[in-house]
Nanobody
Framework: QLVESGGGLVQAGGSLRLSCAAS????????MGWFRQAPGKEREFVVA????????NYADSVKGRFTISRDNAKNTVYLQMNSLKPEDTAVYYC????????????????WGQGTQVTVSS
């Protein structure tokens, strides 16, 4: 089970930190990803991190602004979001999969319920 938290309303240029807490014994053996879905749009890849945390994979739209990290001792993955833009507004989902190189939603096996991020202009 994956449970996201940390979403909210923030002004453009602001920051938020999302967390995704995982239950079960498979967290450290899973690559973890963040996706987002804006109203009327398809779910899109944001970033992923490998099992060890050594490898990351960012969508071009968030490079230099977002940072993913994980703490395997706490079964938690984080998404630090800085310099937020109105176009970052979406429901953000964390997901567990096999590889951080995978950027499609179909490549992830388990999903959280999502947390809303709204960036006002």
């Amino acid at each position: 089970q994956l449970v996201e938290s940390g979403g909210g309303l923030v002004q453009a240029g602001g920051s938020l930190r999302l967390s995704c807490a995982a239950s079960g014994r498979t967290f450290s053996s899973s690559a973890m990803g963040w996706f987002r879905q804006a109203p009327g749009k398809e779910r899109e890849f944001v970033v992923a991190i490998s099992r060890s945390g050594r490898n990351t994979n960012y969508a071009d739209s968030v490079k230099g602004r977002f940072t993913i990290s994980r703490d395997n001792a706490k079964n938690t993955v984080y998404l630090q979001m800085n310099s937020l833009k109105p176009e970052d507004t979406a429901v953000y989902y964390c997901a567990a999969g096999q590889s951080s190189r995978v950027v499609t939603a179909q490549g992830y096996d388990y999903w959280g319920q999502g947390t809303q991020v709204t960036v006002s202009s």
